[in-house]
């Protein structure tokens, strides 16, 4: 082997690592130019680079359009539907230039567009989930989901576990 070759594998580790670490800056996604960080999306190694990659990729066809400030809400929303809370909060928290601080965050979502085996689907109905609200009993965030046929259950978002069903017409 060359010393040319060692040299390319060492850049090209050292390349990848430092896609890992730039996608998991939240400063870097929320305000770097969403060309250069889409760029480093297919760089990303490891599990916290494919996190933040996918991520990223969930909402890159809105990204390219909107600026520091929408971005940054895109990018919490689509952090707490892969189940990363703890990012989502860093997200929120990245300041940008001429927008004020982010004035809400996102605790629990759900979405069609995310890889099922990073998240939980909501089970128990026997029909189409046809409303979602959330709140918080008893100190804990909980979702309350109806369905078309009348079944009204309570999940607690911090475990994913059902903890009761408020009413069942069948």
């Known amino acids: 082997m060359s010393d040319d070759l060692n040299v390319d594998g060492v850049e090209a580790v050292l390349a990848g690592a430092g896609a890992v670490g730039r996608l998991a800056d939240p400063g870097f996604l929320v305000n770097a130019d969403p060309e250069e960080a889409l760029g480093l999306v297919g760089a990303a190694s490891g599990p916290a680079g494919r996190l933040a990659g996918a991520v990223y990729g969930a909402s890159a066809h809105l990204h390219r359009e909107a600026g520091a400030g929408v971005r940054r809400q895109l990018l919490a929303l689509d952090a707490t539907r892969y189940g990363d809370r703890g990012l989502a909060a860093r997200i929120t928290a990245v300041l940008v230039e001429s927008e004020p601080a982010a004035r809400w965050g ?65």
Not at 106 to 116: H, Q
Not at 158 to 167: E, F, I, K, L, S
């Open 106 to 170: 996102v605790e629990w979502t759900t979405g069609g567009m995310v890889d099922r085996s990073l998240g939980q689907p909501l089970t128990g109905h026997t029909s189409t989930v046809s409303a979602v609200a959330t709140g918080v009993w008893e100190g804990r965030p909980v979702a309350v989901t109806s369905s078309r046929y009348g079944t009204v259950r309570v999940r607690d978002l911090a475990t994913g576990q059902q903890v009761g069903v408020v009413c069942s017409r069948w």
